[in-house]
């Protein structure tokens, strides 16, 4: 199975940028990092996702690696409602701990 | 776009009974639905993979005569908890996706609670 590997936690000041790392060194090359986020008691929410070049979209950037092996989601404002736990997964990949977010006010 | 539902949003049942739960997408059609098991303060864990009109394919471990699951069309997948014991008290969250793309769309999750 595909695997990634995230920090437990990340820490963040309200309306600062925050980086979210993701490594996946086992990637195939047709593999698409697919990022969502969680909250408490709901289903995850789609973030973003990319094949090899950056992305962008009204929630976050996705900047990949050139060798596609790791990639870092990026807030670039974080806000009291971006704290979350953050998954990045493969396909056929299974979910891993996630990044839990914390934004202090 | 891409909005899953799922229904009930909580259950209560009795020790023995069985349970049903629906995940519907509602506005893209769901070549494939997954179901996920989630303990408190866990990650997801995968229960199976269904593609509409096949047979779900299960994960090592997970009993697919326990949980039972039927996926008869684009839009809906259903999850049968048969006999719930204590134990199978969980979140269960449904995604979908479909239209040649990887990207998975949640449903909002079902907590199950067996008395």
């Known amino acids: 199975d595909a695997k990634t590997t995230q920090p437990n936690s990340m820490e963040s000041n309200e309306e600062e940028p925050v980086h979210l790392p993701c490594n996946h060194s086992?990637?195939?090359?047709?593999?698409?990092i697919h990022w969502y986020r969680q909250l408490p008691s709901q289903g995850p929410e789609y973030v973003i996702h990319?094949?090899?070049s950056n992305v962008n979209n009204r929630m976050a950037s996705l900047a990949i690696a050139e060798d596609r092996k790791s990639s870092t989601l990026i807030l670039h404002r974080a806000t009291l409602r971006d704290a979350a736990v953050y998954y990045c997964?493969?396909?056929?990949?299974?979910f891993g701990a996630g990044t839990r977010l914390t934004v202090k006010p | 776009g891409a909005v899953v539902s799922q229904h009930p949003s909580w259950v209560i049942c009795k020790s023995g009974t069985s349970v049903k739960i629906e995940c519907r997408s509602l506005?893209?059609?769901?070549?494939?639905m997954f179901w996920y098991r989630q303990f408190p303060k866990q990650s997801l864990m995968l229960m199976a993979t269904?593609?509409?009109?096949?047979?779900?394919?299960?994960e090592q471990g997970v009993e697919k005569d326990k949980f039972l699951i039927n996926h008869a069309s684009l839009t809906l997948s259903t999850l049968t908890v048969t006999s719930a014991h204590p134990e199978d008290s969980s979140f269960y969250i449904c995604?979908?996706?479909?239209?040649?793309?990887?990207?998975?769309?949640f449903g909002p999750g079902t907590r199950l609670t067996v008395l």
């Open positions: 997964i493969l396909p056929r990949g299974r």
């Open positions: 990319g094949l090899t």
């Open positions: 269904s593609n509409e009109g096949s047979k779900a394919t299960y």
């Open positions: 995604s979908a996706s479909g239209g040649g793309t990887d990207t998975q769309y």
């Open positions: 506005d893209f059609q769901a070549t494939t």
């Open positions: 086992t990637i195939s090359g047709t593999d698409y």
